[in-house]
Structure formats: structure tokens, C-alpha cells
């Protein structure tokens, strides 16, 4: 598997940046994962639409899902200049809730609609996807993707709870959400701590450690330093990466 980074950015992007959104690649295969803010723009530009496999929300935030408003444009157009089939719809994993961003998204004219819960697994072409529930304000989830033995494990947005474990362990890649530096951490945050993501690196045994949602006024080198202290193979996101899994 091949992961690219769209976009890394926590809460809203940064100029000439954009908020969570990655491409997973294998083989022919393509899968997004969470489509922010500015996602769009830079998905285009990495595959175009005959190529998107399958949609994948962690959970409905802005940060990780308004792009995907406008994707169905995108579809929309593409059918109507016939680069799509008519009948085309884009397999669309989501959470139920918020109902009203629910609604929203989950348009069946454009989409085949999945709804996640906690641990429910899913094929998707050939990867296969096992979703646990986070620890995050809205209805939220981590997903673990394996292929051939080779394991990814992405946290979406969250803080520390039970499933954190499972999720990450023995992954090869951990991309996970270090939205605070551990000064502004606490167990009632949103967000991990870039320490909290270095203790559960190592706790899981994973390959690499990625962090990633970098919010606004938190340095990449704070957020490296923090995190490798406990676990030193690790990286901070930044758009335009790709990662083999
Ligand atoms: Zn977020
Ligand atoms: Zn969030």
C-alpha cells in the first residue's frame, strides 16, 4: 500500500494548506480517507475521478468532510459528460451521526451508502478496513487496513481510550492525531498529545509513527521532539508525502 498525504492540517488549513485527506493506493485500487477542507483541489490533481474507489469518513467534523460536499460535482459533472457512467455511484463509508451532516452527505444518487459502527469490518476492493470507535466529541472512528500481511492503522481524530491498542498494534504505519502538545493536553481534550502518540507507537510495537492534524501555533519540530523522545521512528505529516506501507 502506498499512502499520500493531501492534506495534515487540524481545524482549518493554513494558507496554501488543507485539512485532513489522504489517498491510499493498491495496485489499481484508490480509497480516500477523510476529505477536508482543500482536499479536493490536491485529489484531483493525485487521481482522477474513473480512478476513486471508495470514500472513507472518519467522522463528520469539517476539518475531515467538506470537501466531500462538493465531490458529488465532481461525479455529477463527470456523468454528464459521460466520463462516468450514469449509473455510477461511489461507495461511501460514514457515521450515522450528527443526523443533520449525515443527511448531507450521504446522497444516494451519487453515493452507495455504508454506515460504520464499532468494529465492523469491510472489504473494499482488496484491502480490508476494521473500524473502531474513538474518543472524540462526535461519533468517530479509527480504521485498521490490511493487505497481504501489511497493516495501516489510521486514529482519524481522537484522544486516549481502550480501542487505541487494538487499533494500532503491531501496525506497520500509525498515522495518528497529535492535535495538541502534551502542555495543552488533557484526558478530557479532543485530541492526542504528540507524547500520547509516541506512548502508543510504542505500546503498539508499530513500524513508523506519522503525526498528523497539526493545529494552529503547534511547531512541527515541538511535535517531532515530543513524540521521538518516547518513540524515534517518527515523522510529521506534511501535504505531498507518500508513505509504502
Ligand atoms: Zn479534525
Ligand atoms: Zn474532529
Known sequence: MILKVLGCDGAYPQANGACSGYLLEQGEQRVILDCGTGVLERLLRAAPP????????????????????VLRHVLQAQKAQGLLPAEHKMDLY?????????A????????????????????????????LRMNHPLEAYGMRIEHEGRI????????????????AQGAH??????????KN?????????SLKCGELARDADVGQLL???????????????????????????????????
Do not use: K
Open 50 to 69: 474513473q480512478r476513486w474507489g471508495a470514500l472513507v469518513l472518519s467522522h463528520l467534523h469539517g476539518d475531515h468532510m467538506s470537501d466531500a460536499l
Open 94 to 102: 460514514l457515521p450515522a451521526s450528527p443526523a443533520r451532516e449525515h
Open 104 to 131: 448531507l452527505l450521504a446522497d444516494e444518487e451519487y453515493f452507495s451508502v455504508h454506515i460504520l459502527t464499532d468494529g465492523q469490518q469491510a472489504q473494499i476492493g482488496c484491502l480490508q478496513f476494521t473500524f
Open 152 to 167: 495501516l492503522a489510521y486514529t482519524g481524530d481522537t484522544n486516549v481510550c481502550d480501542n487505541l491498542l487494538p487499533l
Open 173 to 182: 504505519l500509525l498515522v495518528a492525531d497529535s492535535g495538541v502538545l502534551h
Open 185 to 193: 493536553w488533557s484526558a478530557a481534550a479532543p485530541h492526542l498529545s
Open 211 to 245: 503525526l498528523t492534524h497539526g493545529g494552529p501555533g503547534c511547531s512541527p519540530q515541538a511535535r517531532l521532539q515530543e513524540a521521538q523522545a518516547i518513540f524515534p521512528c517518527t515523522a510529521v505529516a506534511e501535504a505531498g508525502m507518500a508513505l509504502q506501507v
